[in-house]
Nanobody
Framework: QVQLVESGGGLMQAGGSLRLSCVAS????????MGWFRQAPGKEREFVGA????????YYGDSVRGRFRISRDNAKNTVYLQMDSLKPEDTAAYYC????????????????WGRGTQVTVSS
């Protein structure tokens, strides 16, 4: 089992920045690729981005590419989501998730999930 806890959400004005954190416990964190997803009210959960086990590779969804950046610190069992140039449409609950697969944006491929942290961006 891997337990994931997100933090860092809040209310931000458009154009601002936030950094989300996700701390893992349980099994060896560095064995897992990590992803971030988000879900706005009334919408399906959306892939935001993912990072490899070492942190050397990342990929992002089209809606956030160039504005968001994922990083990880395996010594701290933590993955981060740096969000810049925030837009009102970024408003959502943000979830981190762990997978043993690479290159996937498919929700079922992510076995472990956090409970999410809310990000609200005002215009």
């Amino acid at each position: 089992q891997v337990q994931l806890v997100e933090s860092g959400g809040g209310l931000m004005q458009a154009g601002g920045s936030l950094r989300l954190s996700c701390v893992a416990s349980g099994r060896t964190f560095s064995n897992y690729r990590m992803g971030w997803f988000r879900q706005a009210p009334g919408k399906e959960r959306e892939f935001v981005g993912a990072i490899s086990r070492s942190g050397g590779s990342t990929y992002y969804g089209d809606s956030v590419r160039g504005r968001f950046r994922i990083s990880r610190d395996n010594a701290k069992n933590t993955v981060y989501l740096q969000m810049d140039s925030l837009k009102p449409e970024d408003t959502a609950a943000y979830y981190c998730a762990a997978t043993t697969s690479w290159g996937t944006i498919s929700i079922p491929d992510y076995r472990y999930w956090g409970r999410g942290t809310q990000v609200t961006v005002s215009s």
